[in-house]
């Protein structure tokens, strides 16, 4: 039975198409409409024709309260300053909200975590499961290797990736950062610059090009031996996959601020 109704915020990107199919197609999920940029690509056009379904005479439209008004969850893939007006209309009609949106500055971060005590706030820079159970294994090893193991964190995306190191990877160094009780948890350096490395420090590798979807490495280097960890998206459906599915477990959940790893622990997948 559809019962749950799922609005999307940025409808008409990449991530934003994928969801409108995943939420319609889904047995719990009843897709109630979808925002864009206003005179933006996508405005005016029916959702079912985005998602390459056939017509399913709702429109998009660019008027965020409106759906705010009518779901019971939103799911936003936008853009920071975008979604940082949606969490206030969160906020304001008490709906929780799931944040797929990257990109973000250590500020704006903050002033969601801070608003997620008025209502239910689920932020991931990745939607995917694998990513969710890499960072517990992340903050885990780097508790049980000392700071004698380096950690490197290389990431790649294709070439329109705007932000830099990913979400994602700022998100494994955050995990690594909790494993080793670092009181600053957004610290790492980038490898451009010639000389030594800084005992403990968290070093991160950029690639850029082609259609590379996501993938994720973080090393363990060790002097006798090295530790690879490894996620690596084949599909950007996942994307979308993994929102649905935390969209339904963030409704009726009370206000907080909450991460994907928090939806595994409700199925018999987690390693915590």
């Known amino acids: 039975m559809k019962n749950v109704k799922v609005g999307i915020l940025g409808c008409a990107g990449r991530n934003g198409r ?24 996508g405005h005016g056009e029916d959702l079912g024709t985005l998602a390459g379904l056939s017509p399913l005479g709702i429109y998009a439209h660019a008027q965020p309260g409106v759906l705010f008004e009518a779901a019971d969850v939103l799911i936003d893939f936008t853009n920071p300053a975008t979604t940082l007006y949606h969490v206030d209309l969160a906020v304001e009609h008490q709906k929780p909200i799931v944040i797929g949106t990257t990109g973000f500055s250590d500020e704006e ?18 939607m995917t499961l ?10 885990k090893v780097s508790a049980v290797l000392d700071e004698s193991y380096d950690i490197e964190i290389l990431e790649a995306h294709h070439r329109h990736k705007k932000d830099t190191p990913s979400g994602t990877a700022r998100s494994l160094v955050r995990s690594a950062h909790r494993g080793r009780k670092h009181e600053d948890k957004s610290k790492f350096v980038i490898h451009d610059e010639p000389g030594e490395r800084e005992k403990g420090s968290i070093g991160v590798s950029v690639i850029r090009g082609g259609n590379e979807i996501g993938m994720h490495s973080v090393y363990f280097y060790g002097d006798e031996e090295v530790l690879e960890l490894t996620h690596r998206v084949r599909d950007r459906g996942i994307f979308a996959k993994g929102a649905v599915r935390a969209a339904k477990w963030l409704y009726g959940r009370h206000p907080g601020l909450y991460r994907l790893k928090d939806v595994l622990k409700d199925n018999n997948w987690s390693i915590e």
């Open 109 to 126: 971060r903050r002033l969601i975590i801070q608003k997620s005590d008025k209502t239910p706030i689920l932020l991931a820079s990745n």
């Open 130 to 139: 694998g990513i969710a159970l890499l960072s517990i294994l992340v903050e």
């Open 18 to 41: 994928l969801l409108l199919k995943e939420v319609y197609e889904d047995n719990i999920c009843h897709l109630i409409g979808g925002t864009v940029r206003e005179g933006g690509a």
